[in-house]
């Protein structure tokens, strides 16, 4: 019964999205009030119905109700727990249902927060929301039902891809739908503002605290799915320039360059048209992004298998809404005014060069993942983009950026002074150009890349220390009022710095793990060992191990130091799932610091030995250390107070006194 209750909510759910995205806009285009305050109720209402939904299949989940085609396709009765509530997002139709989900859970705080919104804003807003939901819930009921039964029931599912049984299922999908979908809320502000034709300061201040929460949320999804695959597929990359890893990038880098733009309009009423375009695209980007993972169109461990007419829906879907919002743009962009004016040297002018490049390194990223697509497309051919493309564009056009990323914060607005700035960060220019000289003559004397990256790393690191020393006046002041400066600054200012500290951490851990990296492949008997980097590789044996629903055999190594003590143990494994027929590679994986040794079982070879892959990965977790310290910067940025006070509500004049005529 609870299956029939999760799908009627869904057809309920579809029903009052088409009302919340009639009834409100008409409201506002009218000046109806009662029409527009449809809105928010409208929105809670769907909110609940969806969360009802969800439940009712995370408890066939977890109940294991084989009569339900998603969960026999997708569960298996002696799966653990854990992965049985991960596996309601682990497909197809479940991950559709949470993508729903968290869109109807923004439009809800929507309408609970935005009460400080024009009534006509605010209406549009969310009837922009409610079109979105309407759009994917159709999708949903018509062509990827959840809750589509199986008559005679099966006794036992077929069970969960093995490589998404794993913590990282229950962190990765939901973060990264966060960041996708959040930036509906964007998209959604644009567009209403574009049906009203006015956009000003105050619209950058309700819309920049939606692209930080999304930002931030993106942020953490793209590092937890990196480092799920970097640690559960066994192949010892941390990117591989994925089709489907792209699909989240793209986003990640318009919607960088849209909260920047976002803090220009916001303080200088300036870049409105830009703003206003970026917040189309960045959300059109997470609707291509969802097309390529669901449509089939591309081959990717991250995606989908979908039919076809799956993907033509999807298709359909970013026709209406990503030609529509850019149609829309095309004609109300004229009536838009430039905003105020600024010199090329100024922080106006930084941030406006750093979405350039973003949005370059976008369009680069964008060309090489669909190109393939397009020439299979026009020729029947078949290409790959891979890597090496991929590394010569977008490096190129990254490194400029990294290396002004200091000067920004520290430029004046409107007209700013280049020398100065480079004065104030001379001291974190000598320090990153000492660490740099240090890497090439006492860690690698060959690699100038290694040393040239580190350094800049270190640039973006000391940099945002610096920026953070000069506003709390250290050197200038007595401690005790540079530490109330310190503690007094706009928590905005920390937030900056700790995520442009962040983006130094992860460019550190890019730079170590690429160019000083060591890989060795060996075929292993029990009491061989393998140099690797200085440390000495010994494996033990394999062991047998019987999980709740697979087998694996274990392969034990005991590893020493340069000094021959030992150290510890790796254990590395090769399961089978017999539910799947599948088997997977568990890597084993030890920490020093922020380097790792990584080892990964291979194959067995004729003579009974087998093929063992061993890496030293130097300093590897900064890659993911500086993510969160992004994502912490974006957190804490949206504690400043004017974010959370948002722009001022206008203010109500006073009802005229009634005056009593005598008749």
């Keep these: 019964m609870i299956v029939e209750i999760g799908h009627f909510a869904l057809v309920l759910a579809f029903a009052l999205s088409l009302v919340l995205s009639i009834v409100p806009i008409v409201g506002a285009r009218i000046g109806d009030q009662r029409l527009m305050a449809v809105a928010e109720p409208a929105s809670f209402a769907i909110l609940g119905l969806i969360a009802l939904s969800f439940a009712a299949l995370t408890v066939a989940y977890v109940q294991s109700d084989f009569s339900v085609a998603n969960v026999w396709e997708n569960s298996h009765s002696l799966k653990p727990m854990l992965y049985k509530i991960t596996g309601v997002w682990g497909n197809h139709e479940g991950s559709m249902l949470l993508w729903i989900l968290i869109l109807a859970a923004f439009g809800g705080l929507v309408a609970l927060f935005g009460s400080n919104l024009p009534a006509t804003l605010r209406a549009n807003v969310l009837a922009v929301q409610g079109m979105i939901a309407a759009a994917f819930l159709l999708f949903v009921l018509a062509s990827s039902n959840p809750f589509a039964r199986i008559s005679p029931p099966p006794i036992e599912g077929r069970d969960l891809n093995p490589i998404l049984q794993d913590i990282g299922l229950a962190i990765h999908p939901p973060l990264l739908y966060l960041g996708y979908v959040g930036f509906s809320i964007c998209f959604s502000f644009a567009v209403a503002a574009l049906i009203e034709g006015r956009i000003d300061a105050a619209w950058a201040r309700w819309v920049r605290p939606w692209t930080l929460a999304a930002w931030a949320a993106l942020t953490g999804g793209i590092a937890m799915g990196s480092y799920w695959a970097y640690y559960e597929l066994g192949w010892g990359g941390w990117w591989f320039w994925d089709p489907v890893e792209n699909a989240s990038f793209l986003p990640w880098l318009s919607g960088t360059a849209l909260l920047h733009s976002a803090i220009v309009m916001e303080k200088r009423s300036a870049l409105k048209i830009w703003t206003v375009l970026l917040a189309i695209l960045t959300f059109s980007l997470s609707l291509l992004g969802t097309f390529l993972v669901r449509s089939g169109v591309l081959t990717s461990v991250h995606a989908f298998a979908t039919d076809p007419t799956r993907g033509v829906f999807i298709l359909m879907i970013l026709i209406v809404f990503i030609g529509g919002s850019l149609a ?23 941030l406006v060069l750093n979405n350039l490049f973003l949005t370059t390194a976008a369009a680069t990223v964008l060309i090489g993942t669909l190109w393939p697509l397009l020439v299979e497309a026009v020729t029947g051919e078949k290409v790959s983009v891979g890597a090496p493309f991929f590394n010569m564009t977008f490096g190129p056009l990254i490194v400029p950026l990294l290396l002004a990323v200091p000067f920004g914060p520290l430029l004046a607005w409107k007209r700013g002074d280049l020398y100065a700035a480079s004065q104030r960060l001379f001291v974190a220019f000598a320090l ?153 590679t568990e890597a084993g994986i030890t920490s020093h610091g922020f380097s790792q040794l990584y080892v990964a079982l291979g194959d067995r070879a004729p003579d009974g030995g087998i093929v063992v892959r061993a890496w030293w990965k130097p300093q590897v977790l900064f890659i993911w250390i500086g993510c969160i310290f992004m994502m912490v910067g974006g957190g804490v940025s949206l504690l400043d107070r004017r974010l959370r006070v948002g722009a001022p509500a206008a203010k109500r004049s006073k009802p005229a006194r009634a005056v009593e005529v005598a008749t």
Excluded: C
């Design 432 to 584: 990153a150009l000492l660490i740099g000289l240090v890497t090439l003559f006492m860690i690698d004397r060959i690699s100038v890349v290694a040393a040239f990256g580190v350094a800049v790393a270190f640039w973006l690191v000391f940099g945002a220390l610096t920026d953070l020393a000069l506003k709390a006046g250290i050197g200038k002041a007595s401690p005790s009022v540079m530490f109330r400066r310190f503690v007094g600054l706009p928590r905005s200012v920390f937030g900056t710095a700790l995520a442009h500290a962040g983006l130094g951490l992860t460019t550190l851990g890019i730079v170590a793990v690429s160019t000083l990296e060591v890989e060795r492949i060996a075929v292993m008997q029990p009491g061989d060992t393998l140099d690797v980097a200085g440390y000495e590789l010994r494996f033990d044996g394999l062991v047998p191990f019987d999980g709740p629903n697979f087998t694996e055999e274990q392969g034990r190594f005991t590893y020493s130091d340069r000094s021959g003590r030992e150290r510890g143990e790796v254990v590395s494994s090769k399961r089978f799932y017999p539910a799947r027929q599948m088997p997977t």
């Design 328 to 350: 829309l743009f095309a004609f109300r962009a004229s009536t838009l005014t430039s905003g105020g004016l600024f010199q090329p040297i100024s922080r106006e002018g930084g």
